[in-house]
């Protein structure tokens, strides 16, 4: 088959489709031949070689896809060859075919094209997993969203406002944060030329929000503690501004706040189906019912991966680029 091969660890243009070995699947697993796969930005940091691979999960990028079933171990019983799906994946999305654990595989929604529900799968399980499961909002709690117009992000207005949350978001332009507000964002907050902290406080009556998801992490923490309600949580995904922070942490003794990190890929196959489960009981209903819509910003075919990849580092981008085998 063809797949993305990252030639050295660099730039873009280190990106380009070889002919490999097709993946073998084990017996718990499920063959997926692939109609679309989703950039993450991890893919962006996996290529200049600073976020490897877990033990055991494919060598190629690719941590999401849609496509169909062409053949299923002996041990799976739920999934047929022939039946379109899209799929959780710890790597191996940017080839023609992938091998997947069944638990990590759900139907593609009612009403969603095979291509756009390659969009959905990595922002769901995140999004659910870490600001429901573990941060547990609940509706008519505040949730502020960094990086409102990113692929995480542009899911994550949706699915929470649709669980009855009022929703502030943070972007770097007018223009995302007009979609943002098109998505059904409440507060929206340009970051390049606003104090989040003093907006938020001023939109709440000086209290807070409830929850964060943030992506930029040590450049924000101290702002983050600051701009929580009591008994609020942060949640960071991600590390675009860097690791390493000083912080006061008065504030979370005398407000209760927790502050908790996660990230998917590492979790155990267990751990990834028991999200993927809760996924498709609680968002699937809702992309069904057309409340929570894909945001693809743009294709590329497989071969132009490097494209797609200069796109996603220029951050002009709003929701999720794919890419077509
Ligand atoms: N923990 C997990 O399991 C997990 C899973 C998936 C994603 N993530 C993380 O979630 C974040 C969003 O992922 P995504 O795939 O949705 O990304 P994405 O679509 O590329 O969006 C990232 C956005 O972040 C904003 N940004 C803020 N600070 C930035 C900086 N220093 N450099 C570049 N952009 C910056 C940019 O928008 P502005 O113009 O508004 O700045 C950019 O569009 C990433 O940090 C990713 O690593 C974590």
């Not at 654990?101 to 529900?117: C, F």
């Not at 702002?223 to 860097?242: A, C, D, T, Y």
Request: charged content about 20%; proline content about 5%; overall charge neutral.
């Amino acid at each position: 088959m063809k797949a993305v091969v990252i030639t050295s660890p660099g730039g873009p243009e280190v990106l380009q489709v070889q002919e490999v070995e097709n993946p073998r699947i084990g017996d718990d697993e499920v063959l997926i031949k692939i109609g679309a796969t989703a950039l993450n930005r991890a893919d962006t940091l996996q290529r200049k070689g600073s976020y490897p691979p877990p033990e055991g999960a494919s060598p190629y990028l690719g941590l999401e896809c849609a496509g169909t079933v062409e053949s299923v171990g002996k041990n799976v019983t739920r999934w047929r060859v022939g039946d379109e799906v899209c799929a959780l994946l710890s790597g191996g999305g940017y080839a023609e075919k992938v091998a997947v654990p069944a638990g990590q595989v759900l139907p593609v929604p009612r009403g969603i094209s095979l291509i756009e529900a390659a969009s959905f799968p990595e922002v769901a399980c995140t999004v659910w997993s870490t600001v429901f499961m573990m941060s547990r909002l609940s509706a008519g709690e505040t949730l502020l969203i960094h990086g409102g117009s990113s692929g995480i992000g542009t899911f994550a207005i949706q699915i929470a406002k649709h669980q009855g949350a009022r929703v502030f978001v943070t972007a770097g332009s007018q223009e995302k944060l007009t979609f943002c507000k098109g998505l059904g964002a409440d507060v929206c907050i340009n970051y390049k030329t606003e104090d989040f902290v003093a907006r938020v406080k001023e939109e709440t009556g000086g209290k807070g929000v409830d929850v964060i998801l943030d992506n930029v992490g040590g450049p924000y923490f101290q702002r983050n503690l600051n701009s929580l309600n009591v008994n609020g949580r942060l949640f960071i995904i991600g590390f675009q501004g860097g690791t390493v922070t000083e912080a006061n942490l008065g504030c979370m003794l005398a407000r209760r706040l927790t502050v908790q990190a996660a990230g998917l890929r590492t979790r155990s196959p267990e751990n990834k189906a028991l999200i993927v489960s809760e996924v498709e009981k609680n968002v699937w209903p809702a992309i069904a019912a057309g409340k929570v819509k894909p945001v693809v910003y743009k294709s590329f075919p497989l071969y132009e991966a490097a494209e797609a990849h200069r796109l996603m580092e220029s951050s002009n981008h709003i929701g999720k680029i794919l890419l077509i085998p």
